[in-house]
């Protein structure tokens, strides 16, 4: 192996061991993710990283012997990964390692990943020797969705599937997007009838008990093959066989999930509706054709050939119910795993699990920062009749408030670009959910929630990609003026911060002249309608506020000099960023400098979702 691969290889094994023993060593864990952090017996794995160097590398297999040699009580939980996805399988290993879980595979999509896998002690296999698919069809760059890319590796993981099936083991399939907080095994094993359970991409739970979902969501919604249990038996086998002839009938063009659901679909309801039947299909109700599984909530589905259960929205959580939502937090259920799906790409599922301190694989450099910049931000105050608004002026408001906040963080940013500093995102408060349109102009009954987000709770702290394409913040400087560096709005709250910066933070008001100019008394009126959002981690301290007086028109070296006497803290925290910096930045700098913050980066990445 190449030197500059050895060193990458170490690189990444010092960061996954850092990321394991922040974990093991961590008192601060949420209540999220504190059932999967505990010490004790269920503290990472080392050895799977201590494992030494190979000198020569010869792909492994996936075989008989591989299979049972990993599995537990004949079940085996498997993911997928190419090099593009490194990253995140790491962060799918650490919380495996932190619950004790043993019984995995990982398949190695391109030799890249199997190399460094192999070299990590990790249990992998190669996906790109033996089976139907050529080598030269796998990608190891990002899979957009159905991409040829994407619809390839669908086609392969199913050749996998059937494969592990056919050495009479059960499987569990899982995205490396995901992050298992507890092992879903013994949950598995109370519904030892199904022979298939999946994950669902449903807004609101059918019910609260933390068993599984009513069958008829089945209907509403397809399930998620990114986290799903198939046990060995004829029937399953039978299906699968079924899967992938369907798949291949269609020439690679077809969806793997798409086909999933269609087959299992078959003959599962009594009832069917029509594509030109406009009733709300959330609010259908779909009739098993036959009787539930044992009096349980599992339904016979693929022409009576195989019994099928969803699993718990709120338990195994998609994206949207963990992160737009935090319905376990509301209903006060168990985590089982989050999937990092609704999300437009692998940046943003990185910041989001960053967000809820989910994301265990950066460095100690990335959390050591000398130089920040926070601010409380205010949203406007929720209106005395908001529960009694019309949908059209939900959105209305909704757009108005979205807009405050954005001028406030663009405030923001060109202050932390003209200081030099790292700016801490702030939380933003929507009261419309992303896909507010279709509430507009289809469903007005959900009054700017996600289309089946029936019991979504607005206003809500949404998340960062639905305001702003933070993933170019720091991108094209020739273009777009300075880059905008920035950390996640929860980083002064992670354990992993050093106490240091939290402890040399300055508190700036910046005063404004009271009297003098008309903007004044319009600032005054602005306030009144808005309130402020401090950060968590200043709510238990009482903080000395320092007034600092500036003019109304300041350049980026005048604001420099003005705060000269605090370029030694290694955190600038400002109360009034919006309605001081608002007014304070008319009169920027326009010089074409690249580092000043330009206002095409302002146009391009800002939006109102």
């Known amino acids: 192996m190449r030197a500059g691969t050895k060193w990458a290889t170490a690189a990444v094994l010092l960061t996954l ?3 394991a023993v922040f974990i093991s060593l961590s008192h601060k864990a949420s209540d999220t993710n504190s059932s999967a952090l505990a010490g004790g017996p269920n503290r990472p794995r080392f050895d799977h990283f201590l494992a030494p160097h190979q000198a020569a590398f010869k792909p492994s297999k996936l075989t008989r012997q591989l299979v049972r040699k990993h599995a537990a009580n004949n079940t085996i939980i498997v993911a997928f990964a190419n090099a593009h996805a490194l990253d995140y399988t790491f962060n799918w290993l650490t919380y495996i390692f932190a619950n004790n879980i043993t019984n995995y595979l990982i398949g190695a999509i391109d030799r890249t990943t199997e190399m460094t896998l192999a070299d990590a002690g990790v249990n992998c296999f190669s996906m790109y020797e033996g089976f139907s698919v050529e080598v030269a069809e796998l990608p190891e760059g990002d899979l957009p969705f159905l991409s040829s890319g994407f619809l390839t590796i669908g086609r392969h993981k199913l050749d996998l599937i059937k ?6 083991v059960s499987l569990v399939v899982s995205d490396v997007d995901t992050v298992w907080l507890q092992s879903p095994l013994p949950y598995f094993a109370q519904f030892p009838e199904a022979d298939i359970l999946a994950s669902t991409d449903i807004m609101m739970p059918s019910h609260d008990d933390g068993g ?14 990114g986290i799903m249990l198939l046990r060995y038996n004829k029937g399953v086998i039978k299906f699968v066989n079924a899967w992938q002839q369907r798949l291949q009938q269609k020439g690679g ?25 406009h009733t709300d299909r959330w609010e259908r109700v779909y009739k098993p054709r036959a009787p539930l599984f044992n009096g349980s909530r599992i339904v016979w589905g693929f022409n009576h050939t195989v019994t099928v259960g969803a699993l718990p929205v709120a338990t195994f959580a998609n994206g949207h119910v963990f992160f737009n939502q935090k319905l376990h937090e509301r209903l006060g259920s168990p985590l089982y795993v989050v999937h990092a799906n609704f999300g437009p790409g692998g940046g943003t599922k990185r910041h989001k699990l960053r967000e809820t301190q989910l994301w265990q694989f950066d460095t100690p450099a990335y959390y050591n920062v000398s130089r920040l910049l926070s601010f409380d931000i205010h949203p406007l105050e929720t209106p005395g009749d908001w529960s ?5 002026q939900r959105v209305r408001f909704h757009i108005r408030n979205v807009a405050v906040q954005l001028q406030q963080f663009w405030d923001a940013a060109g202050a932390a670009v003209a200081l030099n500093r790292t700016l801490i995102l702030p939380t933003f408060t929507c009261y419309c959910d992303e896909l507010w349109y279709w509430a507009l102009e289809v469903s007005p009954s959900y009054r700017c929630r996600w289309p089946g987000a029936r019991n979504q709770t607005l206003p809500f702290a949404c998340p960062h990609d639905q305001l702003i394409n933070y993933l170019q913040l720091d991108d094209h400087p020739k273009r777009f003026g300075a880059a905008v560096r920035y950390r996640e709005s929860t980083f002064l709250e992670n354990p992993r911060t050093p106490a240091g910066i939290k402890d040399g933070v300055a508190h700036i008001r910046l005063q404004l002249p009271e009297q003098g100019d008309e903007r004044s008394t319009q600032q005054v009126q602005q306030q009144q309608n808005v309130h402020g959002q401090q950060r968590s981690w200043l709510q238990a301290a009482d903080p000395i506020v320092t007034q600092v007086p500036v003019a109304w028109s300041i350049t980026e070296d005048e604001l420099r000099d003005t705060l000269s006497q605090y370029k030694d803290h290694r955190l600038l925290h400002f109360t009034e960023m919006g309605h001081v910096v608002l007014n304070t930045y008319r009169a920027w700098d326009r010089r074409r400098s690249h580092a000043s913050l330009d206002r095409w980066r302002i146009m391009l990445y800002a939006s109102v979702d």
Request: hydrophobic share 40%; charged share 25%; glycine share 4%.
């Open 17 to 19: 061991i850092s990321a």
């Open 212 to 225: 599984l979902e009513d069958p008829q969501v089945m209907g509403w919604e397809d399930l998620n093959i």
């Open 253 to 277: 063009q077809a969806w793997d999930q798409q086909e999933f659901n269609d087959l299992l679909r078959i003959n599962m309801f009594k009832n069917h509706f029509s594509w030109w039947d």
């Open 388 to 392: 009694e608004l019309p949908t059209r």
């Open 163 to 168: 494969t592990i099936l056919g050495y009479k």
